[in-house]
């Protein structure tokens, strides 16, 4: 646990670092609830809340996760995204579906996993399918020997198939460790790069799971 808290205190340290020397950032914090049943499929329920730079709340999201694992190197998953994001004038709503496809698998003391993944993105009132995103994802995990701490690094790209173009892409790195059979927690830094003139945005995440 000394560990952990030391990586959680050198993370936070280059994170405010890193505000330092920008004007868009924000801390995202999510929780997962997760129920097993009929051995190869899952349920979760996943609440998250996004903070702005001056810790106020900029968007919160509820989403239902369905997962099936038909094979022991393949998991598949559908859900729904309910998300509100927080403005003065007006609080805008949007959905979106999420499908998901995510081979895994391991090395020595590695594992990695290539998910792809198909979203839409639609405000009420708007088409649904109208904009597609696909949205590849590539993670490596290292297992410490002999430590539950595991260090990853990831990078996902957002590639609107409606105007066949790059729309960001996302770098994180963080670390996650199981403190018992049911539950876990992780923080990761995470840069936000848009292919425009848009500025990128730094994030500290904070992430904790339990399995029922």
Same mark, same amino acid.
């Given at each position: 646990?000394?560990?952990?808290?030391?990586?959680?205190?050198?993370? !936070?340290?280059?994170y405010t670092?890193?505000?330092?020397?920008?004007?868009?950032?924000?801390?995202?914090?999510?929780?997962?609830?997760? +129920?097993?049943?009929? +051995?190869?499929?899952?349920?979760?329920?996943?609440?998250?809340?996004?903070?702005?730079?001056?810790?106020?709340?900029?968007?919160?999201?509820?989403?239902?996760?369905?997962?099936?694992?038909?094979?022991?190197?393949?998991?598949?998953?559908?859900?729904?995204?309910?998300?509100?994001?927080?403005?003065?004038?007006?609080?805008?709503?949007?959905?979106?579906?999420?499908?998901?496809?995510?081979?895994?698998?391991?090395?020595?003391?590695?594992?990695?996993?290539?998910?792809?993944?198909?979203?839409?993105?639609?405000?009420?009132?708007?088409?649904?399918?109208?904009?597609v995103y696909?949205?590849?994802?590539?993670?490596?995990?290292?297992?410490?020997?002999?430590?539950?701490?595991?260090?990853?690094? !990831?990078?996902?790209?957002?590639?609107?198939?409606?105007?066949?173009?790059?729309?960001?892409?996302?770098?994180?790195?963080?670390?996650?460790?199981?403190?018992?059979?049911?539950?876990?927690?992780?923080?990761?830094?995470?840069?936000?790069?848009?292919?425009?003139?848009?500025?990128?945005?730094?994030?500290?995440?904070?992430?904790?799971?339990?399995?029922?």
């Amino acid at each position: 646990m000394k560990r952990l808290f030391l990586l959680i205190v050198a993370i !936070c340290a280059g994170y405010t670092s890193i505000l330092a020397n920008t004007e868009k950032f924000g801390t995202w914090i999510e929780l997962t609830f997760t +129920k097993k049943f009929l +051995k190869d499929f899952e349920f979760s329920i996943i609440p998250e809340i996004r903070l702005q730079d001056d810790f106020t709340v900029d968007e919160y999201i509820f989403e239902g996760k369905l997962g099936y694992e038909p094979i022991k190197f393949l998991d598949l998953s559908v859900s729904y995204r309910y998300n509100t994001n927080v403005k003065e004038k007006g609080n805008e709503v949007s959905n979106n579906f999420v499908f998901d496809a995510t081979g895994k698998t391991d090395y020595k003391r590695f594992d990695g996993a290539l998910r792809l993944r198909f979203t839409n993105e639609y405000d009420a009132g708007d088409i649904p399918w109208e904009t597609v995103y696909f949205r590849p994802r590539a993670k490596l995990k290292y297992n410490i020997k002999k430590v539950k701490i595991n260090p990853y690094v !990831c990078y996902e790209l957002y590639y609107n198939l409606k105007n066949n173009e790059l729309y960001k892409g996302r770098f994180d790195i963080g670390i996650s460790r199981e403190l018992s059979k049911h539950h876990e927690i992780g923080i990761y830094y995470r840069n936000q790069d848009y292919y425009s003139t848009r500025n990128s945005i730094h994030i500290l995440g904070i992430d904790y799971g339990f399995k029922f």
